[in-house]
C-alpha cells in the first residue's frame, strides 16, 4: 500500500534525504505535499520530479515566482501559514523545518491526527507544553527522526514502560571533546564549525561544539517519552555508532548501533511501525574497530547543564533558554562574541527568566520574542 507523505522543509539536509529514501524504494511512497522557507529554485526541482498536489513556500515574496514555475495542476501555496497549511495534505508529515518556524507545523499535523515524523526540536523543547495537548488527538503519534530519539523509540520497543531505569543518550563530543576551558576560550567559528562526524547547517553545528543541542536533547526526550529528568543521562561517545541506549529494570541496556546516516532514522519515521527495506549505516564489524565513552565535562560544557536546568524548570523556561541560545549562536556565528560567551549569554537570560504559563501557541511566541529580545541586549551589552 502506498503511503502519502509531506516533507516540509524539503530543500533542507532532511528534507533532500528523505526524499533519496523516497527514491529507494518506488511505489512505497506517494508525495502528497512539499514545503521551503525560500528555496524556490530547488523546490520547484522537487515539484517537477515528484509531482506533489500542493507545494508551499513561507516567502510571501516568492510566491509569483513559484506560481509561474510550479508544475501545471498542483496548487501553491505561501506566506507564514503555507507550511502549516501543507501539513494536512498527507498521511505522514515530515517536519524538517528549521528553528520555531517549525511548530505551527507540528501543531497542524498533529491537531489533524497526522503521523508526525518530527526532525525539528524546537517543537518539544519550546512548544512542549502546547504540543503535548494535542498529541491525544486521535490518530496522532510522533517518531522523531533525530538519530539519538529515533534510537531511543526502537530501543523502547524491548520492554514495558514501568520496566524503563533509564535513557542515555550519547554525543559524539564535537569538534572540542577533549579540551579544558582554557583551551576553548579563543576557538573560531572556522574551528566551532568542523564537525568530526556530521555534517549539518552552521546553528546546529556551533549547538555541537558547545554541547548545547544535546541538552535540548535532553529536554526533547523528556517531552517525547515522559522520563524523568533524573533518568536520562548522557554520555560521550566520538564514534557516533550507538545513537542512544534505553537500561531495563533487569539490567539489560539495549542499544541501536549504526553508522552515521540520517536517512536511517528518516526511513524509520516515515515506515513506522513497520521498517525501511533499503539499508541505511548498516555496519561493517569486522572494520568498526572500537567503540569508547567517557562522561561529559561540565567545566568545558556548561551548556548541557544549563539546559537541562531549564527542563527541570519547565513551563516557559525551555523555550526561553532556546531563544537566548538561538541569539548568542548568531551572534558568535557574526563575529560578535567569543564562544565561550555563548554559555554567559544563556546563564544570563536564564537568571532574568520570568516564568509564564504557555496554554496556546501566542504565548509560546511570545516568550520566544522576549527571551530573543533580552538575549539581544545581554550581547549587546557583553560588546559594548
Not at 51 to 69: G, H, K, T, Y
Not at 112 to 126: D, P
Not at 286 to 300: I, N
Request: proline share 5%; charged share 20%; glycine share 8%.
Amino acid at each position: 500500500m502506498t503511503t502519502s507523505v509531506a516533507i516540509l522543509g524539503s530543500t533542507g539536509s532532511i528534507g533532500t534525504q528523505a526524499l533519496e529514501v523516497v527514491r529507494a524504494e518506488p511505489g512505497r511512497y506517494r508525495v502528497a505535499a512539499l514545503g521551503a522557507a525560500s528555496s524556490v529554485e530547488l523546490l520547484v526541482a522537487q515539484a517537477v520530479e515528484h509531482r506533489p498536489a500542493v507545494v508551499a513556500i513561507a516567502d510571501a515574496s516568492r510566491a509569483a515566482e513559484l506560481q509561474a514555475l510550479a508544475p501545471a495542476g498542483t496548487e501553491v501555496l505561501a506566506g507564514p501559514d503555507a507550511l502549516a497549511a501543507a501539513a494536512v495534505e498527507a498521511e505522514v508529515v515530515l517536519n524538517a523545518v528549521v528553528g520555531f518556524a517549525g511548530l505551527s507545523v507540528t501543531l497542524a499535523a498533529l491537531s489533524g491526527g497526522r503521523r508526525l515524523a518530527l526532525a525539528n526540536k524546537e517543537s518539544l523543547i519550546a512548544g512542549g507544553p502546547v504540543v503535548q495537548r494535542v498529541r491525544s488527538t486521535p490518530g496522532a503519534e510522533i517518531v522523531p527522526v533525530d538519530s539519538e530519539h529515533c534510537a531511543l523509540h526502537q530501543c523502547l520497543r524491548a520492554g514495558r514502560d514501568n520496566e524503563v531505569v533509564r535513557l542515555v543518550l550519547t554525543a559524539s563530543g564535537g569538534p572540542f571533546r577533549g579540551r579544558s576551558p582554557a583551551e576553548l576560550a579563543g576557538v573560531t567559528v572556522d574551528d566551532a564549525l568542523d564537525h568530526p562526524t556530521w555534517r549539518m547547517g552552521p546553528k546546529i553545528t556551533v549547538d555541537s561544539s558547545t554541547m548545547m543541542n544535546k541538552g535540548l536533547e535532553v529536554i526533547e526526550a523528556h517531552e517525547l517519552f515522559g522520563i524523568d529528568y533524573d533518568r536520562i543521562d548522557v554520555v560521550v561517545h566520538p564514534q557516533s555508532v550507538i545513537h542512544s541506549m534505553v537500561e531495563f529494570s533487569d539490567g539489560a541496556t539495549i542499544a541501536q548501533l549504526s553508522l552515521p546516516d540520517m536517512r536511517l532514522p528518516i526511513g524509520y519515521a516515515l515506515a513506522w511501525p513497520e521498517r525501511c527495506a533499503r539499508a541505511f549505516g548498516a555496519i561493517d564489524w569486522a572494520e568498526l574497530g572500537r567503540l569508547d565513552f567517557e562522561p561529559p565535562d561540565p567545566a568545558a560544557f556548561p551548556c548541557l547543564e544549563l539546559a537541562r536546568e531549564a527542563g527541570r524548570a519547565g513551563g516557559s523556561a525551555p523555550a526561553w533558554a532556546n531563544a537566548a541560545n538561538e541569539v548568542a549562536v548568531a551572534a558568535f556565528l557574526e563575529g560578535r562574541i567569543g564562544w565561550s560567551s555563548i554559555a554567559e549569554v544563556l546563564k544570563q537570560s536564564m537568571s532574568e527568566h520570568d516564568g509564564i504559563e504557555m496554554d496556546n501557541a501566542e504565548a509560546v511566541v511570545d516568550v520566544d520574542r522576549r527571551g530573543r529580545e533580552l538575549a539581544a541586549k545581554i550581547v549587546e551589552r557583553s560588546t559594548a
